[in-house]
């Protein structure tokens, strides 16, 4: 029976959306057109699992999902290419996830509101002393100074159920502290950058180190170049982002946040 359910896991597929042909046909407007979904998930997804596939193939990692590979690589240099994969795998699934339309009708006829929870909102409140309108215009102002290159936009929630904001540079992931990839490193950093890579450093090499690694995400977006160029071209990476933060499924962000 294991080695039919490793066997099951062997090879990485991408995962089965709801209404996934009116997808390919729509796009999830007004986020992504048809072509625009099609590069983000289609194409690229199916890259990512192909790859992945390829370089876990005959090893313990080939039955693991891409959210277990990433806990798994994520302390191991040597396995860098496996890390990355699995990340961007599971980070663009998140987002996938998070932008899918919402259906808002019931068969009956009765509407849904596709809308923040409480509980959400209150957490906004007092993790950053402002509102969410007021927090999405802060983030869509911010995104081309903070993230030049290729990453992710991720809102988290940490063990203390505080929530932050997370700029993961290449394929970082917001699970484990040493592999946020919050700066870019072909670039200068600051003092205050240096001293926060120097701690983390320190924190890293001492095995007993008690680090709370409590950290989920809540909100994942794509920013590689491939998930709006198609759509918003080269200069507008900001509407995307904006368009992105107000068509949220919140269906899918509530119940990402532990009550």
């Known amino acids: ?71 798994n690589t994520a302390k191991k240099s040597f396995q860098s290419h496996i890390f990355n994969l699995a990340s961007a795998t599971h980070n663009n699934h998140l987002f996938i996830e998070n932008i899918l339309p919402v259906e808002t009708h019931t068969e009956t006829g009765s509407v849904i509101e596709n809308k923040p929870s409480e509980l959400f909102l209150n957490r906004i409140e ?6 969410w309108n007021t ?10 100074n903070k993230l030049l290159g290729q990453g992710w936009f991720c809102l988290v929630e940490n063990a203390q159920k505080q929530l932050q904001i997370l700029y993961l540079q290449n394929n970082g992931t917001p699970y484990y502290f ?12 600051n003092i205050d950058e240096f001293s926060y890579l120097k ?6 090499n001492n095995k007993d180190a008690n680090v709370k690694d409590w950290t989920l995400p809540i909100v994942m977006v794509n920013l590689w170049d491939h998930a709006y160029l198609e759509d918003y071209g080269v200069s507008k990476k900001k509407d995307y982002m904006r368009n992105v933060l107000n068509n949220l499924n919140w269906n899918v962000v509530n119940k990402r946040l532990y009550s």
């Open 135 to 144: 927090l999405k215009e802060d983030i869509v102002n911010d995104v081309d």
């Open 126 to 131: 007092q993790s950053f002393g402002k509102n």
């Open 199 to 204: 701690k983390i450093k320190e924190l890293v």
């Open 1 to 71: 029976m294991l080695r039919s359910i490793i066997g099951k896991r062997s090879i990485h597929t991408v995962p089965k959306l709801p209404n996934f042909n009116v997808l390919s046909n729509k796009g999830i407007p007004p986020v992504l057109s048809t072509k625009g979904f099609n590069t983000v998930w289609t194409q690229y997804q199916t890259y990512l699992c192909d790859k992945l596939t390829m370089a876990t193939a005959g090893t313990s990692l080939e039955s693991y999902y891409p959210f277990h590979i990433v806990l």
């Open 178 to 189: 040493g592999r946020n990839q919050l700066f870019d490193l072909n670039n200068v950093i």
